[in-house]
């Protein structure tokens, strides 16, 4: 049951009476679902299979129109400010083209709210491409330096445009603490954020958390739908968090935090 007061936390629909807290936060790397966190995962998978705020291909209906996609969904048991026991559900990317749908976690930055510096950023790499196909189009001697030129201004211009999408992903921690993906970054081994980094369900629901005051007390992940060719994930199987674009990020996110020991 979704809370009015938050849209985002949910309460559990049973009883968890016969179910203890956890003792410390789940180690996102390698862990056993906490049995709270198995129940989220029912109830969020419950909702996946029963809503109708959405449609999306997943690949588990025969003849369903759209490219099959399959999703990485996460829940995160919490403590609200009132002591309540609940859940937040988050999915991992975008969903149907979107960052925001009902009962999930917003991203930890939206990119994709009208008028933002990367819509305007896109509108004005389509422009330089268009004038550099155009120029192409002519084939002229003159237009060759001309070509390269705009080529070395788009590629630059597209850098500034993801240092500028990086400096706008600030990931908090349990004491308030903002750090951007660059900021975090820039003392590992490929010093550079990979792409996609902070899109991933821990650092939502972790950032969720942190900015309404609640208590994080386990934390699962699971596919939902087809797996890609070329990966192995299982429907409704629990996976970790990953290693390239969260371990970073959760390493300052869960600063001060009690997590369990790796396995």
């Known amino acids: 049951m979704t809370n009015l007061k938050d849209p985002c936390f949910t309460r559990f629909s049973k009883s968890i009476e016969a179910h203890s807290l956890p003792e410390r936060f789940t180690y996102p790397f390698e862990y056993e679902p906490h049995p709270l966190s198995v129940l ?9 299979e029963t809503q109708t705020d959405w449609e ?3 690949g588990l209906e025969e003849g369903k129109e759209g490219k099959v996609i399959g999703k990485m969904f996460g829940v995160m048991v919490v403590k609200n400010e009132e002591g309540e026991i609940g859940y937040l559900s988050a999915f991992s990317g975008k969903l149907t083209g979107g960052n925001h749908h009902n009962g999930f976690v917003p991203p930890v930055f939206d990119a994709l709210t009208e008028g933002s510096f990367l819509n305007k950023g896109m509108e004005q790499l389509t422009k330089m491409g268009a004038a550099i196909k155009d120029l192409q189009s002519k084939d002229k001697a003159e237009n060759h330096q001309k070509i390269e030129l705009l080529k ?3 590629r630059d211009y597209s850098i500034s445009l993801q240092d500028q999408i990086f400096d706008n992903f600030s990931f908090l921690n349990i004491y308030g603490e903002s750090k951007s993906v660059r900021e975090i970054f820039k003392n590992t081994k490929h010093r550079n954020p990979p792409s996609g980094a902070g899109d991933c369900a821990a650092p939502k629901l972790l950032q969720y958390a942190f900015s309404k005051k609640m208590k994080p007390l386990a934390f699962a992940e699971f596919w939902w739908g087809l797996s890609p060719k070329s990966y192995f994930w299982e429907h409704k199987h629990f996976y970790p968090a990953c290693e390239l674009k969260c371990r970073p990020i959760l390493k300052h996110m869960l600063e001060g935090v009690e997590v369990e020991r790796k396995p």
């Open 40 to 48: 989220a995962a029912e109830e969020l998978q419950n909702h996946l």
């Open 152 to 154: 070395t201004e788009r």
């Open 56 to 58: 999306h291909n997943f």
